[in-house]
């Protein structure tokens, strides 16, 4: 584990090709930024290369207006040559521990291929809507609700889950 503040510019590089890799290219400059600026679980090969990365991000959030601290995951991603033997898993298990040692709940957008992993790891997806708080006020974000996904938190997962601005994807 380490935060972004300690990765030296070798490692950073290595992640950037990683996540481009694993994203087959979609990964935009902005995905990059979102995981920056918390803490990074790597795995490596025997070797020392990289073969697996995610991040969780601090975020400010609300449930139905009620601040609250989120630790959001961001850039899963595994070599593709390297999926199914377990790395996502211990990834995930290194990631859960930083949310609830330092935040209310976690939270991630989850995609297709991620599903599996964070439902076996007790994601579950959030039953509400979800908005975000743009420069103009809160706007809904329907097309983001089916993957929109919580750690811990509140139970059931209901009500306005409204993320904070940022460029690019906002959830």
């Given at each position: 584990?380490?935060?972004?503040?300690?990765?030296?510019?070798?490692?950073?590089?290595e992640l950037r090709a990683l996540l481009d890799?694993?994203?087959?290219?979609?990964?935009?400059?902005?995905?990059?930024?979102?995981?920056?600026?918390?803490?990074?679980?790597f795995v490596t090969d025997a070797a020392g290369?990289?073969?697996?990365?995610?991040?969780?991000?601090?975020?400010?959030?609300?449930?139905?207006?009620?601040?609250?601290?989120?630790?959001?995951?961001?850039?899963?991603?595994?070599?593709?040559?390297?999926?199914?033997?377990?790395?996502?898993?211990?990834?995930?298990?290194?990631?859960?521990?930083?949310?609830?040692?330092?935040?209310?709940?976690?939270?991630?957008?989850?995609?297709?291929?991620?599903?599996?992993?964070?439902?076996?790891?007790?994601?579950?997806?959030?039953?509400?809507?979800?908005?975000?708080?743009?420069?103009?006020?809160?706007?809904?974000?329907?097309?983001?609700?089916?993957?929109?996904?919580?750690y811990g938190g509140p139970h059931p997962a209901?009500?306005?889950?409204?993320?904070?601005?940022?460029?690019?994807?906002?959830?």
């Amino acid at each position: 584990m380490q935060h972004t503040w300690e990765l030296s510019a070798v490692r950073a590089t290595e992640l950037r090709a990683l996540l481009d890799l694993a994203f087959a290219g979609d990964f935009a400059d902005t995905d990059f930024d979102h995981a920056l600026g918390g803490v990074h679980a790597f795995v490596t090969d025997a070797a020392g290369a990289l073969v697996g990365h995610a991040a969780v991000v601090a975020r400010a959030m609300m449930i139905d207006g009620i601040p609250r601290r989120v630790g959001y995951v961001e850039a899963v991603a595994v070599d593709p040559g390297r999926q199914h033997q377990g790395i996502g898993d211990q990834l995930m298990t290194a990631i859960e521990r930083v949310i609830v040692g330092a935040y209310d709940f976690g939270a991630l957008s989850a995609s297709r291929a991620g599903l599996r992993l964070y439902r076996s790891h007790g994601w579950r997806p959030w039953e509400g809507t979800v908005s975000a708080m743009t420069p103009t006020g809160v706007v809904p974000t329907p097309d983001d609700a089916d993957s929109v996904f919580v750690y811990g938190g509140p139970h059931p997962a209901v009500g306005e889950l409204t993320c904070d601005w940022r460029s690019g994807d906002l959830w």
